[in-house]
């Protein structure tokens, strides 16, 4: 069975402190991982998808990496505006998504 | 470019009644999707349509659930006769056919009470 599980569960950071969050997998035939950023109220927002070992791709201060057992999603110098819960998932053969819990990000002025 | 459309955003009723969710999914999408997330849980899968036909139904929890797509388009999803465990956020999404990206409505708020 496909799972998903995020680190930590909530994070706070101050302004500018960088920092990543988890997302640990298990998969049968990965066909990708997905990042989304969901803000309250609201549904989940596309961020990245990421195929195979070793791919990175960044977006403003977000930049997430794949491994074959996980993928981290580092986030530089946040904002404010950056607050908000990431959620991580994974498709495999089944053509569905495989949720984590997310990551609650709160980033203080 | 319109995202996908979920109706209503928020639903009360009582335990027993029926109640009826829908979804306008991104104009070209082949793909329409339902998923649910319930308090304190990750959001989990219910169903899968490829334009008008079940794909795989495999989340969904029981016959009191019933979902449609019409000629392809927007989807229903009914909840007859609804439960308290039923609470919870219901969210739609779609994709292209050949794409693996869903794209997410901000979903309906379901409360039996």
């Known amino acids: 069975e496909d799972q998903v599980t995020q680190s930590p569960e909530a994070l706070r950071l101050q302004e500018g402190e960088s920092s990543s969050l988890n997302c640990s997998y298990t998969v049968s035939g990965l066909r990708g991982l997905f990042w989304y950023r969901q803000d309250p109220g609201k549904g989940p927002e596309f961020l990245f998808t990421?195929?195979?070992a070793g791919e990175e791709k960044e977006k403003e201060r977000l930049k997430a990496t794949l491994t074959k057992k996980e993928s981290f999603l580092h986030i530089t110098a946040p904002k404010p505006e950056d607050s908000a819960t990431y959620l991580c998932?994974?498709?495999?053969?089944?053509?569905?998504?495989?949720f984590g819990k997310g990551t609650k990000l709160t980033v203080n002025p | 470019e319109a995202g996908v459309t979920q109706f209503p955003s928020h639903s009360v009723i009582e335990k027993g009644q029926t109640v009826t969710l829908r979804c306008d999914p991104i104009s070209g999408h082949d793909n329409l999707y339902w998923y649910r997330r319930v308090m304190g849980k990750e959001i989990k899968f219910l169903l899968h349509f490829v334009k008008e036909s079940k794909q795989d139904e495999s989340g969904m929890p029981n016959n009191r659930f019933l979902a449609e797509r019409t000629g392809g388009t927007y989807s229903t999803l009914k909840v007859q006769p609804a439960e308290l465990e039923d609470s919870g956020v219901y969210f739609c999404a779609s994709s292209q056919l050949t794409d693996t990206v869903a794209f997410f409505g901000q979903g309906t708020r379901l409360t039996v009470v």
């Open positions: 998932a994974v498709e495999g053969g089944s053509e569905k998504l495989v």
């Open positions: 990421l195929y195979s």
